[in-house]
């Protein structure tokens, strides 16, 4: 009782709490419980110091605290908030920094607390660094089957460089694991670090005791009732009697956990050391193969929104999967109907098949459009969030009610078929796809349409995007975010349709100006299109209490056309703040953008609510 009220006290900044827990006897059986509070004062850190700290500078060492010092803004950053969980492993960082810069025996003695009259703690780290030291050597013991230059390259620490403490754990581990993944799967390795008498030097010794190489023998399946062995036995990714490594190993249950068959995947197994094969059985529960989703939501450009959908896994307990769904706004509809084949191209290449069809109504700035295609495409996963496609598209477009001034040719209105092969890459390498904080991601895509594929149009369109993400001090993260494209008509076709056409402005590229605004304008002002365009984002995220994000960006973008005088680059700019809330499905949020460049007759600002990254 009194640990659990000392951690509410503590928990609310009363650092001081003292708690007092004792039980009398009432009399006639009873007891009372006495609870004494001694409450103190409201606690927060107002400033870290550091004595003793003669390599590493003071501001280095804060920036490797989770502990801030309370700053201006501290009501909405909660900086100076004193939590022990965190300042311990702060303690533990430290630490953690000397050693991998061969402090090894660098120790924290003590830390010194001063509290002034408003419960503002002073905090000062005595350090007491130690000798630096330097590796003199790597040896290895047991390494019968790899040269010692082979394992060196799988080490954090290098021969002539000072001690990284930290990295010698990693090291052990990094040499089993080298091991395992070349199939000796009971692979033992020890290390030790040896000091020189009398010097700043020291020697890394690793013993190895290998064991056996172990080699696929069969492969079983249990407990799949309705899907077919197979689905399982075409992930494997080891060939039978080749080295059975430990990263093949779980890359074959992650693969099978992934077809989204199965609630519970585990890999047994079974090692014959004296014959060298490991047999493994893949035990699996299938999960439910039907699914059903639906949601709602709104957002400045297409108002009030929802979807519904269903999808079933399984088609003939091959893996294959048929799904359906409809989305509709106030502005757009979109009918879909899917098929997925896993392996489309056998086991060997695994590639993915789809075939969708799908129908479009929806209301642009410009024109309305009614669409109907058909697309059969080949997929394949490149890395764990990345993956390259091929596409080809047949669809009846009927483009209607164009505004007089975004008729740029005959292609910009009517009913026209449109056939168009595309290439699709795209490589995500962020820590967070919903709220990234470093990483980065980028797309390309290559899209010809032509008479030879059964289209009425011709036209090369490009579009790319890269983005970046970097963690700025005090959790803050820096993203900038850039996009290009080009389309060009050939052969009969005048000018690409109004479709294809780019368009700029609203909550996801140059947040000052309305949706589609962007760009060359009809006599009417009317927004027409434009064969060419870019656009730049930078932001900068402030994480806030209650999983709040504030961001203050900076966008710029123009779309043009080829050869028009009056439509030349322009490009606009616009500033602004937004607010977002972190939920699982991503951020929520209000972004408010002003014109930088206003002009006549223009808002000086726009505001555009948004679910999801804005890039």
Do not use: C
């Not at 004193?82 to 303690?91: S, V």
């Not at 939920?583 to 014109?595: E, L, R, S």
């Amino acid at each position: 009782l009194r640990e659990r009220l000392l951690s509410f006290y503590r928990g609310r900044k009363y650092l001081k709490s003292e708690i007092a827990v004792e039980v009398e006897e009432a009399g006639q059986g009873k007891r009372l419980l006495k609870i004494t509070v001694r409450e103190g004062k409201a606690g927060y850190l107002k400033e870290i110091r550091f004595e003793g700290n003669r390599h590493f500078s003071s501001n280095l060492l804060k920036k490797q605290m989770l502990s801030r010092e309370r700053g201006v803004f501290h009501i909405l950053t909660g900086s100076g908030t004193f939590e022990e969980d965190d300042w311990n492993a702060d303690l533990a960082a430290l630490i953690g920094l000397y050693q991998q810069e061969g402090y090894v025996r660098m120790r924290i003695p003590s830390v010194d607390t001063e509290w002034d009259d408003e419960g503002g703690i002073t905090a000062t780290v005595h350090i007491e660094e130690g000798e630096r030291y330097l590796l003199r050597e790597i040896s290895m013991r047991g390494n019968d089957h790899f040269l010692r230059k082979e394992l060196l390259g799988a080490l954090v620490n290098r021969e002539g460089r000072y001690v990284n403490y930290v990295g010698l754990e990693r090291d052990q581990e990094n040499l089993a694991e080298f091991y395992r993944n070349a199939g000796y799967l009971d692979v033992a390795v020890q290390g030790t670090l040896l000091f020189d008498e009398g010097q700043n030097s020291a020697v890394a010794r690793f013993d190895i005791r290998e064991g056996p190489r172990y080699h696929r023998g069969t492969v079983a399946v249990r407990g799949n009732l309705l899907t077919d062995s197979e689905v399982v036995l075409r992930e494997v990714p080891i060939a039978e009697g080749a080295p059975a490594g430990e990263r093949d190993l779980l890359a074959f249950q992650q693969s099978v956990f992934a077809t989204g068959l199965y609630k519970s995947v585990r890999l047994t197994r079974l090692k014959h050391p004296d014959r060298g094969v490991v047999d493994l059985i893949m035990e699996v529960e299938e999960t439910l193969f039907f699914e059903f989703e639906y949601g709602a939501g709104y957002g400045t450009d297409t108002g009030l929104r929802g979807f519904v959908g269903s999808t079933f896994r399984n088609l003939d307990g091959r893996g294959r999967r048929l799904s359906a769904k409809v989305l509709a706004s106030q502005k757009e509809q979109n009918y879909f109907v899917d098929v997925r084949e896993p392996w489309v191209l056998g086991n060997r290449w695994k590639w993915e098949g789809g075939l969708t069809g799908s129908y479009q109504e929806a209301e642009r700035e410009s024109f309305r459009i009614r669409k109907a295609s058909a697309i059969a495409s080949i997929t394949k996963k490149i890395f764990l969030r990345s993956s390259v496609a091929v596409q080809y598209e047949y669809s009846r477009d009927d483009v209607f009610d164009v505004k007089p001034g975004a008729v740029l040719s005959p292609e910009d209105q009517g009913t026209a078929n449109i056939a168009a092969f595309r290439g699709i890459l795209v490589l995500d390498f962020r820590d967070d796809p919903f709220n990234p904080a470093r990483g980065s991601f980028h797309s390309g895509t290559a899209e010809l349409a032509s008479s030879y594929f059964g289209s009425e149009v011709d036209y090369l369109k490009l579009t790319g995007q890269s983005s970046w993400y970097f963690p700025l001090f005090r959790r803050n993260t820096l993203a900038v975010s850039g996009r290009a494209g080009m389309v060009r008509p050939f052969r009969d076709t005048v000018e690409v349709p109004i479709q294809k056409r780019f368009f700029l402005g609203g909550r996801t590229t140059v947040r000052g100006y309305k949706e589609e605004s962007l760009g060359p304008r009809g006599p009417d002002g009317t927004p027409s299109g434009g064969d060419y365009m870019v656009n730049g984002n930078a932001e900068i995220r402030i994480p806030m209490k209650y999983g709040i994000i504030t961001a203050l960006f900076l966008d710029a973008g123009s779309v043009w056309l080829r050869g028009d005088p009056a439509n030349r680059f322009d490009l606009r700019e616009s500033a602004g703040i937004g607010l977002r809330y972190i939920t699982p499905i991503g951020p929520v949020g209000i972004d408010y953008g002003w014109k930088l460049d206003r002009r006549e007759g223009e808002s000086g600002s726009e505001w555009h609510f948004t679910i999801g990254a804005v890039f």
